[in-house]
T-cell receptor, first 113, second 112 residues
């Protein structure tokens, strides 16, 4: 079992370029999340999906879109990248239980020049 | 406005001694608390959790204490080992929104 996988591991973009971060899980979990981690800021929730076909905004959704393609996959899209989106992005999954543990992928390090 | 605060960015402890990591929160709607551990270039991994109806949960060398009146939780690691050196995040679940809010992390260094 791979758990939670993220691609790419590292990406450099120029301001204004677009890209999609991919996340896939083989844990059969209902919930999926996208977080960003910045120095001194901890992890902040960008978007989440409680189940296939549903998505909701988190703390910092501006500049991002998401797609819950199926139960396994949850992608994060940057339509027009900005230097402020330079960060490490983590995908996570959860059982969808009331008190759930989240399982994180290894992260995607994004640099926007 | 940070709802979950980890006021110590770093902590150094001698191997074999106790490590105490602290976390404070402001939102009384938080009902479930977790600690995650993160090594460099990896995603956070779950360590231990506690429900708001309890004041203590223990798992091996790790114990989490919750003081609801003070809105404070702490993670105790006894005895500390060099492999415990990592960044520790506390997280809290908002029972109204079901979202998890993370603290900024504390970097623990266990000295051999």
């Amino acid at each position: 079992n791979a758990g939670v996988t993220q691609t790419p591991k590292f990406q450099v973009l120029k301001t204004g370029q677009s890209m999609t971060l991919q996340c896939a899980q083989d844990m059969n979990h209902n919930s999926m999340y996208w977080y960003r981690q910045d120095p001194g800021m901890g992890l902040r929730l960008i978007y989440y999906s409680a189940s296939e076909g549903t998505t909701d905004k988190g703390e910092v959704p501006n500049g991002y879109n998401v797609s819950r393609l199926n139960k396994r996959e949850f992608s994060l899209r940057l339509e027009s990248a900005a230097p402020s989106q330079t960060s490490v992005y983590f995908c996570a999954t959860g059982q969808g239980a009331i008190q759930e543990t989240q399982y994180f992928g290894p992260g995607t390090r994004l640099l926007v020049l | 406005d940070q709802q979950v605060k980890q006021n110590s960015p770093s902590l150094s402890v001698q191997e074999g001694r106790i490590s105490i990591l602290n976390c404070d929160y402001t939102n009384s709607m938080f009902d479930y608390f977790l600690w995650y551990k993160k090594y460099p270039a990896e995603g956070p991994t779950f360590l231990i959790s506690i429900s708001s109806i309890k004041d203590k949960n223990e798992d091996g060398r790790f114990t989490v204490f919750l003081n609801k009146s003070a809105k404070h939780l702490s993670l105790h690691i006894v005895p500390s080992q060099p492999g415990d050196s990592a960044v520790y995040f506390c997280a809290a679940r908002d029972s109204g929104t079901y979202k998890y809010i993370f603290g900024t992390g504390t970097r623990l260094k266990v000295l051999a």
